[in-house]
């Protein structure tokens, strides 16, 4: 079986950084698209940004220019690097994987961590 556990949430100030955390593990061929995905009480869950394979990126118009999705596919880790937060940055943050099995015809699947706690004050 596969795990993805978030890590990095807290309380910040607005105008503030902090750097989340997904590690992946289990029987891991390799990871394919990854991404962050936020939700707030009530409502829809949103992407954030996400990153492909070979790198590529993608954020909602709301984070850009302030967060940074970045991946290390030696330690099965994807990180989403969070600078200039505001209030409305307040939420939940998931970590979603699309993971290829070991062994292959175990198949791709997606994943999804059990979220973190985000929360800027103002």
């Known amino acids: 079986q596969v795990q993805l556990v978030e890590s990095g949430g807290g309380l910040v100030q607005a105008g503030g950084s902090l750097r989340l955390s997904c590690a992946a593990s289990?029987?891991?061929?390799?990871?394919?698209?990854a991404g962050w995905y936020r939700q707030v009480p009530g409502k829809q869950r949103d992407l954030v940004a996400s990153?492909?394979?070979?790198?590529?990126?993608n954020y909602a118009d709301s984070v850009k220019g302030r967060f940074t999705i970045s991946r290390d596919n030696a330690k099965n880790t994807v990180y989403l690097q969070m600078s200039s937060l505001k209030p409305e940055d307040t939420a939940v943050y998931y970590c979603?994987?699309?993971?290829?099995?070991?062994?292959?015809?175990?198949?791709?699947?997606?994943?999804w961590g059990l979220g973190t706690q985000v929360t800027v004050s103002s």
């Open positions: 979603n994987e699309r993971i290829t099995l070991r062994p292959l015809w175990r198949g791709t699947h997606d994943y």
């Open positions: 289990g029987s891991i061929s390799s990871i394919n698209v």
């Open positions: 990153i492909s394979g070979d790198g590529m990126t």
